[in-house]
């Protein structure tokens, strides 16, 4: 395992968190505030900032306006920018797009590049992916889906319900799965959907724990015989299940990137109250219990960067297929941690730690999604679990 960062790498990753902690994090909250008044203008301005400093859209080649980066390059420069909440977005590479781009770029036919990649890259456009379905549908078993996509003369037509697409409300295009057979291995089909299709209707950004923040809404939405032509087909009918697997293990481990980097900021962030307030005759910081939850918190990001790290390795050098049950282990370790790093850092400030005058509360509400998206934690665990019964995953590596 080699984890080095190239010298390139190394000053890439220190130019994203000086813009980070430069340019970001002072104009976070104005960023909020104005996207709660449905205004974007401080967004908009530091997009084109990051664009300017070469830093825009990095995980794309470079014939897309990216920094040709491979996953342990993502991995650097993810963290960094998840730091910030809204830093994935700045620099164009916030889920769902920027697992979207990358299944585009590896699937997707020429025509389609052109219409839906080639704006996405640039900032243009948004977009969004569609599996999860109310029940009885797709949900922790994908299999359960239910919306069909019917073959008829040039094309399909689909027709179902999906929810918790996020940003489909305002995306130009959806990745919709549907059925196209019964067969539970190939019975799943990807189609690259305008959202403005005839027979879509945007029913509603489903209210949930945290608030809407950028385009992290989670849309309901219904297919009502809606045409696509046979060449918004990703890859080729009944590939659906096989992408959704191809798309999901990046995707969900640029997620453990960003949350390492929340995670960090967090843990930064309490430093200064424990190393300020005092309690009992002594600082916070002085107390073993305090300190205990610090020990654990930081073991638990390093393990988790360690996890990650490894995770990176393995796909960039060829072995995206054994990644599997690691990157299980992997998101429902960092989900977790993060969870338990920013519950800490709202007990180590007290009420000012459950309060909005922190960050804390609303980060929380957040990250607690973090164990149920992209599969939730006993879907993993099952993964992780049926793999070490087979005698096939080595945990010492
Ligand atoms: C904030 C957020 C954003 C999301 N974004 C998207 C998106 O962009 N696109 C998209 O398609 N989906 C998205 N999802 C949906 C997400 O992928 C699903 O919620 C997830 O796969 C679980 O499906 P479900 O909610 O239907 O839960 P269910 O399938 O109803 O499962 C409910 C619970 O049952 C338990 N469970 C399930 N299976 C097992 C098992 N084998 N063993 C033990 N326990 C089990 C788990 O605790 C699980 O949470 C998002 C979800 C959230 C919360």
Redesign the pocket.
């Known amino acids: 395992m080699d984890f080095a960062l190239s010298p390139e790498l190394s000053e890439l990753r220190q130019r994203v968190r000086e813009f980070v902690d430069g340019r970001i994090i002072p104009r976070e909250e104005a960023v909020l505030a104005e996207d709660a008044r449905n205004e974007r203008a401080s967004l908009d301005a530091l997009r084109a900032e990051a664009r300017a400093a070469g830093l825009w859209t990095p995980h794309l080649p470079r014939a897309l306006g990216g920094l040709g980066l491979g996953v342990m390059g993502m991995c650097a420069l993810f963290r960094e920018m998840g730091r910030s909440p809204i830093g994935a977005k700045v620099f164009n590479c916030d889920?769902?797009d920027q697992g979207n781009m990358d299944l585009l770029l590896a699937t997707a036919s020429d025509a389609l590049k052109a219409k839906y990649l080639a704006p996405l890259a640039r900032g243009e456009i948004t977009s969004?992916?569609?599996?999860?379905?109310?029940?009885p549908?797709?949900?922790?078993?994908?299999t359960?889906l239910k919306t069909r996509a019917d073959k008829v003369d040039g094309g399909f037509r689909i027709r179902g319900k999906?929810?918790?697409?996020?940003?489909?409300g305002k995306a130009a295009f959806l990745i919709v799965?549907a059925r196209t057979s019964d067969d539970d291995k190939t019975g799943a089909t990807m189609f690259v959907v305008d959202r403005h299709a005839k027979g879509i209707t945007h029913v509603r950004d489903v209210p949930?724990l945290?608030p809407d923040m950028l385009d992290?809404r989670?849309a309901e939405l219904l297919f009502d015989d809606v045409f696509v032509s046979d060449d918004a087909v990703l890859k080729g009918v009944g590939e659906g299940f096989r992408l959704a697997q191809a798309r999901l293990v990046p995707a969900r481990l640029t997620h453990c990137m960003r949350w390492l980097g929340l995670a960090d900021r967090t843990l930064e962030l309490c430093r200064e109250y424990l190393g300020a307030r005092r309690s009992f005759g002594k600082l916070l910081a002085e107390h073993q219990l305090v300190q205990q939850k610090i020990a654990e918190d930081a073991t638990l990001i390093h393990a988790g960067n360690l996890m990650t790290l490894h995770c990176a390795w393995m796909i960039e050098t060829g072995g995206a297929k054994d990644a599997r049950a690691y990157s299980s282990m992997t998101k429902t370790h960092v989900a977790r941690l993060l969870c338990k790093v920013l519950d800490d850092a709202i007990q180590i400030h007290g009420a000012k730690g459950y309060s909005h005058d922190l960050p804390f509360a609303r980060w929380y509400t957040?990250a607690r999604?973090a164990?149920?998206?992209?599969?939730?934690?006993?879907?993993h665990?099952?993964v992780i679990a049926r793999e070490v019964l087979a005698g096939r995953l080595n945990l010492l590596v």
Do not use: Q, Y
């Open positions: 889920a769902p969004a992916f569609s599996m999860t379905e109310p029940a549908g797709a949900g922790a078993d994908p359960n999906k929810w918790f697409s996020t940003g489909g799965m949930v945290a992290h989670e957040s999604a164990r149920i998206a992209d599969g939730p934690d006993e879907v665990e099952v």
